[in-house]
């Protein structure tokens, strides 16, 4: 099992940026792949982005493709998601999590992850 805590969430206005940072401890990070979901009000959790364990494969869902990056650093244990021209749409807790099967497609769906952290809250206005 991995220990997974997120940052960076805050109130941003439409069209600015931020970065959110996940740190892992427990096992070994550089195993996992990684993934970020997020959650809006009376909506289901849907996946934004996924890195395989070593950066060389990422997937964006198609509503931030172009406007979030996903990256990794092992050597911190940190995942992170960069994400730029924020839109209202945006707004959600924002999670990551971790999938000891370390890549492939698998990591676009939330059922293939092991373990999840608490969340970041993330409110773009208008």
């Known amino acids: 099992q991995v220990q997974l805590v997120e940052s960076g969430g805050r109130l941003v206005q439409a069209g600015g940026s931020l970065r959110l940072s996940c740190a892992a401890s427990g096992r070994t990070f550089s195993n996992y792949g990684m993934g970020w979901f997020r959650q809006a009000p009376g909506k289901e959790r849907e996946f934004v982005a996924a890195?395989?364990?070593?950066?060389?494969?990422?997937y964006y869902a198609n509503s931030v493709k172009g406007r979030f990056t996903i990256s990794r650093d092992n050597g911190k244990n940190t995942e992170y998601l960069q994400m730029n021209s924020l839109k209202p749409e945006d707004t959600a807790v924002y999670y990551c999590?971790?999938?000891?099967?370390?890549?492939?497609?698998?990591?676009?769906?939330?059922?293939?992850?092991?373990?999840w952290g608490q969340g970041t809250q993330v409110t773009v206005s208008s």
């Open positions: 890195i395989s364990w070593s950066a060389g494969r990422s």
């Open positions: 999590a971790a999938d000891d099967l370390g890549g492939g497609v698998r990591l676009t769906s939330a059922s293939n992850y092991d373990d």
